[in-house]
């Protein structure tokens, strides 16, 4: 029998798809322009505030005060967001269903704007599935920190040794693992069956 006895799911880029790059392509057309923007505008930094739970008019006012030219392509950031999550890897979703009906204990951590978790619920009814859900907008903290593991252990009762954590981020694992989780790091569904068989579960 595993010694594993609770699964922690990642959502983006493990579960559902997650590219900026899908509704900018159209936004701004050109390459290099784009590069730019995502390099120096609205910035992996600057979004992920979001993810520690700054409200989405106190972020682009912030980067419009920065970029005034840019007003209309920094609000299409959260207009837009609907299109960055164009689907469901639908192999990865089989695989949590699978666990799941097989009576593991499955919850998800994931850094994520509240407001935007809230849509991809909606639009994604296999987010409701798990026991629940720490979202890094909903408590203000972010992975890789180790308070955000550390309260979705608590608020879940998990035994962190006995706790496996799924994420497609080096640096998101290896902060699993300074928290006493085991982790894997997602690179596709086939990986992660092996991975989990490595560990005793069949999924």
């Given at each position: ?7 922690v ?9 997650y ?24 910035t ?26 840019h007003?209309e ?6 207009r837009?967001w ?5 689907h ?10 699978s666990l ?26 296999f ?13 203000g ?8 593991y ?10 962190p ?11 998101n ?17 086939g990986?992660?069956r ?7 579960i069949?999924?």
């Open positions: 029998m595993s010694e594993i006895r609770h699964i799911f990642d959502i983006g880029k493990v579960l559902v798809h590219d900026p790059e899908i509704p900018f392509s159209r936004i701004i057309p050109d390459e290099a322009e784009r590069r730019w923007f995502f390099q120096n505008v609205c992996h930094e600057w979004n992920l505030e979001q993810d520690r739970g700054r409200g989405w008019p106190e972020a682009e006012a912030a980067l419009i005060a920065l970029h005034p030219d007003e392509n920094i609000r299409a950031f959260r837009h609907h299109e960055m999550v164009s469901a890897y639908d192999d990865s979703v089989a695989v949590l269903e799941i009906d097989a009576g593991h204990d499955v919850t998800m951590l994931t850094n994520f704007a509240a407001d935007t978790f809230a849509e991809a619920r909606k639009r994604f009814p987010l409701n599935r798990p026991r629940g859900v720490t979202v890094s907008g909903e408590v903290l972010i992975k890789p920190d180790r308070a955000i550390d309260l979705h252990a608590g608020t879940f009762g998990l035994e040794s006995g706790t496996l954590f799924i994420d497609d981020s080096a640096p694992v290896a902060g699993a693992e300074a928290a006493g989780w085991r982790a894997v790091q997602f690179v596709n569904a990986k992660l092996e991975d989990l068989r490595r560990f005793g069949a999924a």
